[in-house]
């Protein structure tokens, strides 16, 4: 590795294992290009998770409003309330699979009789 398969303006668009029909040119890791590109790949990754983060703010800003009656979910848009139900649908089923999944708690007060 790598092997990069570069866009019409010659820039590095992906980089492989190993090589494919459209991405035949080998560099060392240590080049420059390939450098940078993980580099920006890293930060647009951070990005994308700061993004979920700020929805997740959002979603529970609207439950807040919703909850204290300052807003009402009829008066967004129909797309608007359509994904907000799909996501508190999924967010639901997601925590209930999560605990589901953990181990039952185990008390750590033991009982002694004397």
Do not use: C, W
Not at 72 to 91: G, H, S, V, Y
Not at 98 to 105: A, G
């Amino acid at each position: 590795m790598p092997y990069v398969r570069r866009n019409a303006m010659g820039e590095i668009e992906s980089i492989h294992k190993a090589a494919a029909p459209d991405a035949v040119e080998y560099l060392d890791p240590s080049n420059p290009e390939i450098r940078r590109f993980v580099a920006q790949v890293e930060q647009s990754d951070r990005f994308g998770a700061m993004d979920a983060d700020v929805i997740r703010v959002l979603e529970d800003v609207v439950d807040l409003m919703l909850a204290k009656g300052l807003i009402d979910i009829a008066e967004l848009p129909a797309d608007a309330q359509t994904k907000l139900l799909l996501r508190r649908e999924q967010r639901t089923r997601e925590e209930e699979a999560s605990r589901q999944s953990l181990p039952p708690r185990v008390s750590s007060r033991s009982s002694t009789t004397g």
